[in-house]
């Protein structure tokens, strides 16, 4: 890549938070998507209501929380309630986004965070598992990801689990096991590039780039066949103001944007 005045961190943060629309609900963790709703919370959409698996609901966030628990994700808030409370609003269809990450992906969207390995019993590695991310990715509208160290290891042709629903195993497969239509996964956040899903085949498809990166770079670091967009964009680096607001009022600490590049 050129030089530049920002990290990739950075830039996936502020590609995530560009899809977030204002007027809309979002369910978030902690870490990265959660700097990106606030991000998109303190630009282009001031009206974005950010929901948290604990119980808060439209926090107005000081700074970033570090867990879902953190006394700020209730701080100013419109209502201050419980997890069963949040997967009711989910499961009515209240919340349109929810923000995700996991070990592995499939070319559906299928997300992995439980093992690694064949055997349940004796996986290769046993990650922290489901969480509330199954229900998530289940119940809400659209299903935001973010994959850092995008590679084959990660970005697989079949994971090795599915916690967390994409579109299965294609076309029809979310209704068939009871989701509701019209949801699943919609953009992967990546540090090379940005997908959405083939409206038709429900396969990743390669929509923008990150500055320097090419498609042969995408498809190299990624292990099956993506769809790719007729037109591919170049996505927009931060602004100033973008990069002042994730290290001044979001993150000030420099928990997870460092303040040495």
């Not at 119940?139 to 042709?157: K, Y």
């Amino acid at each position: 890549m050129s030089e530049k005045n920002y990290t990739l961190r950075e830039l996936m943060c502020v590609v995530a938070a560009r899809q977030l629309e204002d007027n809309k609900s979002v369910a978030v963790g902690t870490g990265l998507p959660l700097a990106a709703a606030m991000l998109a919370q303190q630009t282009h959409a001031p009206n974005l209501l950010i929901v948290f698996e604990a119980g808060g609901v439209a926090p107005q966030l000081p700074t970033l929380p570090i867990s879902v628990g953190d006394s700020r994700t209730i701080h100013k808030a419109l209502m201050c309630t419980t997890l069963i409370d949040i997967m009711d609003m989910m499961r009515r269809g209240y919340i349109d986004y929810a923000f995700l990450g996991g070990a592995q992906i499939d070319k559906y969207g299928n997300l992995n965070s439980t093992m690694i390995g064949d055997d349940y019993e004796k996986p290769k590695v046993r990650f922290p598992g489901s969480g509330g991310a199954n229900d998530f990715g289940s119940l809400a509208w659209e299903t935001l990801i973010i994959m850092d160290r995008h590679s084959p290891r990660r970005f697989v042709e079949k994971v090795d689990f599915i916690t967390t629903p994409g579109y299965l195993a294609g076309p029809g497969a979310r209704e068939e096991w009871g989701l509701s239509p019209n949801t699943g996964p919609s953009r992967v956040i990546t540090d090379l590039c940005l997908f959405d899903f083939h409206p038709e085949t429900k396969i990743m498809r390669l929509i923008a780039l990150h500055p320097g990166v090419s498609v042969e770079d995408v498809k190299e670091a990624t292990g099956f066949e993506f769809e790719i967009a007729d037109k591919i964009e170049t996505n927009e680096p931060p602004t100033e103001e973008d990069l002042r607001i994730l290290h001044e009022v979001i993150d000030p600490t420099g928990r997870i944007f460092p303040k040495n590049k």
